[in-house]
């Protein structure tokens, strides 16, 4: 997916960036029942007022990084992948 459409996909080789302090402040907003969980990023906010978004799935340890969660959800329902 590219960097383009305001999102970084990041692999298990690559450093996450989303130190302990953010990670103890993010809200979860999804169930880790199915294996993917949807964090909001109250320390990094967007000038439209939004937190930055992730969206982990521990099934296959894949994280992406969405600048909103408005963009987040617009990727994740445009992907049939992910609506399988």
């Known amino acids: ?25 993010c809200l979860e907003i999804s169930t880790e029942e199915y294996f993917m969980i949807f964090l909001l990023n109250p320390q990094v906010i967007t000038s439209d007022g939004e937190c ?3 969206f982990f799935d521990s099934k296959y340890g894949d994280a992406q990084r969405y600048p909103s969660f408005g963009q987040m959800m617009e990727e994740i329902l445009n992907d049939p992948e992910f609506l399988g």
């Open 1 to 25: 997916m590219p960097k383009s459409q305001g999102f970084c996909r990041i692999k298990k080789t690559e450093f996450l960036i989303l130190d302990k302090v953010e990670l103890q402040t």
């Open 52 to 54: 930055e978004a992730w």
